[in-house]
């Protein structure tokens, strides 16, 4: 039906993260290795007669007004384009919340995405882009998805080849990080251990996992696990149990291990969701862009070829 559609919104976990410098403005440069994942938020959209948006969510916390970025997407759509329609949203949330996996971004990506779709108003990918940057820095991100080096303060991506195949073990423990407590802890200084993200897309454009993992590392983890200790747990039992290696994602609080067997993942998988203090459990493939010949299939994925 032309009026409704349905998306799925993929997550995000960051291989590598670095924080280049605090700049002027306050924000921070960085500098990240950006994967998307196989775990992913369930999104409807369909026009309604009533000129208004109204949006639902399986979780009772969530806003579902303006303090929603899939709320303000379609709001600024439905504004520069003069859409006088409503829209019904329906929101199922499966990504953790609040957890580093760029889960809201991702959501609000979708919903452009849709939007476009839905009325047919053929926006170029680079103007969506740039109303994306507006609304958050990982959203442009979200849209382009795959495996892409990201710069500035997050807005300057640049693609890069998909990473080998291998599995991700995706743990979110019962509490969540703030992003502003992490950046406002954040010292950058001679003695910040800054990861290889050179070296780590020069591994990815080779094809070596090996190469991939050994240079994992997110200059927000020491804060983190200052306050947490109970991240430095989770991803030293990810390597007991055969991770090549294992990160904070993000701002936390979601830890991931890369797996080369499916099998371990499982095994591993099957440890965390016994114990006490951990609320969500997955394993999960890399999200890897299809070749352009396949653009048609990926639309079903949600966000666009």
Known sequence: MDNSLGLIAFAKVNLGLDVI???????????MVMQTIKLYDQITM?????????????????????????????????????ISEGVDIRLTKHIPVAAGMAGGSTDAAAAFVGMNQLFHLNIRQDTLLEYAAGLGADIPYCIMR????????????????????????????SFSISTKYIYEHLTLNEDTVHPDIDGMVD??????????????GN?????????????????????????????MSGSGSTVFGIFSSREAALEASRFFRKQTGIRQVHVVRPFNKLPRRHAGADRGEGIGS
């Open 46 to 82: 369909e026009k309604n007669d009533c000129g208004e948006i109204r949006l639902t969510t399986n979780l009772p916390y969530l806003p579902v007004n303006k303090k929603n970025l899939v709320y303000r997407a379609v709001d600024l759509i439905r504004e520069k384009y003069g």
């Open 203 to 216: 591994a990815i454009r080779a094809g070596d996992l090996t190469g991939v993992t050994s240079r994992m």
């Open 146 to 173: 795959g495996t892409a080096l990201s710069e500035g303060i997050g807005e300057i991506l640049t693609p890069l080849p998909p990473i080998p195949a291998c599995w991700f073990l995706v743990v979110k423990p």
């Open 21 to 31: 410098r605090r700049r002027e403005d306050g924000y921070h440069e960085v500098k």
């Open 219 to 247: 200059v927000l983890e020491d804060v983190a696990i200052k306050e947490y200790p109970q991240i430095a747990t989770i991803k030293e039992e990810m390597i007991r149990f055969g991770a090549l290696n294992s990160l």
